[in-house]
């Protein structure tokens, strides 16, 4: 490749792949930084957060897994979410202290009147609104924990 003085632009056949190599190389690095989510925060602030809802088993009182034959076995639903997300720390919160990233699962806390309808969105794409929390409790399983205040808030449906 040189640079002809002349017409003063380079000649080469690898001017243009350097090109398409440069062009490419701005779309990813675009795409990547509007992929990027702003900060959720914890309570009081309500967050929307989308995935898939599925239950995992776990161990809960009286040990939490450490006697697991005395243990009672609990229902968890989990919320995998389609894109991680992060929470920002309160500094005035004795709980949500601490700011987390790249949050791929979230568990979820039905209120009474959902949770006797939630096994109807299991493994279904849904939204759901709510307050998070850092998990902080022995029946927390995740590191972020959402109190579910509506499902699908947007009215999408819930399909696989």
Not at 67 to 84: H, R, S
Request: hydrophobic share 40%; charged share 20%; net charge positive.
């Amino acid at each position: 490749m040189f640079f002809d003085v002349k017409t003063k632009q380079f000649k080469s056949s690898d001017g243009i792949a350097a090109a398409i190599a440069i062009a490419c190389l701005l779309f990813f690095s675009f795409e990547v930084l509007s992929q990027q989510q702003e900060w959720l925060s914890y309570y009081p602030a309500v967050s929307r957060l989308q995935g898939t809802l599925t239950k995992v088993f776990k161990y809960g009182k009286p040990s939490y897994g450490a006697e697991p034959e005395t243990d009672e076995k609990v229902e968890v639903p989990i919320l995998i979410l389609q894109t991680p997300v992060r929470v920002k720390a309160r500094s005035t919160s004795s709980v949500n202290n601490e700011s987390v990233t790249n949050v791929s699962f979230v568990q979820l806390i039905f209120p009474p009147e959902i949770d006797e309808n939630y096994a109807k969105h299991l493994d279904k794409n849904i939204v759901v609104a709510g307050t998070l929390v850092r998990g902080y409790k022995g029946e927390h399983f995740t590191d972020v924990v959402m109190t579910v205040k509506a499902v699908n808030p947007t009215g999408k449906p819930t399909t696989r």
